[in-house]
C-alpha cells in the first residue's frame, strides 16, 4: 500500500467516525427537543448532557440546557 492509499483510507476512515458522531449528536438533541416539548424536563436534559459527551462545545445545548434548567417546576 503506497502512501497514496494511505492517506485516502485514512481520509475516508475519518470522514466515516466524524459522521456517526454528527449523527448520533443530532439524534440526541432531537431527542431532547421532543422530551421538552412534552415537558419531561428531566428526560430533556438526560438526552442533552448525552449529546454534549460528543460535543462539548456547542451553544445550542447550552441554549437548551439553560431553557431547561431555567423552566419553572410544575
Known amino acids: 500500500m503506497n502512501n497514496k492509499s494511505k492517506f485516502l ?3 475516508i476512515f475519518l470522514f466515516i467516525v466524524s459522521s456517526t458522531f454528527a449523527v448520533n449528536y443530532v439524534n440526541l438533541v432531537k ?3 421532543k422530551a421538552y416539548r ?3 424536563y428531566k ?3 438526560d438526552y442533552y448532557h448525552k ?5 462539548p462545545k456547542s451553544h ?8 431547561v434548567i ?3 417546576k410544575g
Open 31 to 33: 431527542k431532547g427537543n
Open 70 to 72: 431555567y423552566h419553572p
Open 38 to 40: 412534552t415537558h419531561d
Open 43 to 45: 428526560k430533556a436534559l
Open 9 to 11: 483510507f485514512f481520509f
Open 51 to 55: 449529546a454534549e459527551t460528543v460535543f
Open 60 to 67: 445550542e445545548l447550552d441554549y437548551n440546557m439553560a431553557g
